[in-house]
């Protein structure tokens, strides 16, 4: 589980939640005038994220292509060609 860390000198600006079809959306403003102690907020919040990246659902394999069936060729037809040239007979 995850979890974030501030000083003194962070605020809790608003907040606010929505639900909509089954999951909530919980909104959180903070307020600091120190610039180090966003910056540490923001990393923090950052690796949140990665961690929940690396849990999240496994990487789906690659799709194998499909094998084409074999196939079966006949051999072409002959050509029903009439000898044109003059017989002697």
């Known amino acids: ?5 501030f000083g ?12 909509k ?4 959306t919980i909104k ?6 120190d610039h180090y102690e966003a910056a540490s907020i923001l990393r ?4 949140v994220g990665q961690e929940q990246k ?3 659902k496994p990487a789906k394999p690659e799709a194998q292509p499909r094998r084409a069936k074999e196939q ?5 037809p ?3 060609l009439e000898d044109q040239r003059e017989r002697d007979t």
Not at 28 to 33: K, R
Not at 44 to 47: A, H, S
Not at 72 to 76: I, Q, S
């Open 54 to 56: 690396k849990s999240g």
């Open 44 to 47: 923090q919040l950052d690796e």
């Open 72 to 76: 079966l060729r006949l051999a072409a």
């Open 8 to 19: 003194g000198g962070v605020r809790l600006k608003s907040h606010s939640a929505l639900t």
């Open 78 to 80: 002959l050509l029903q």
């Open 21 to 24: 079809g089954g999951k909530s």
């Open 1 to 5: 589980m995850s979890g974030i860390y």
């Open 28 to 33: 959180i403003e903070l307020e600091t005038a």
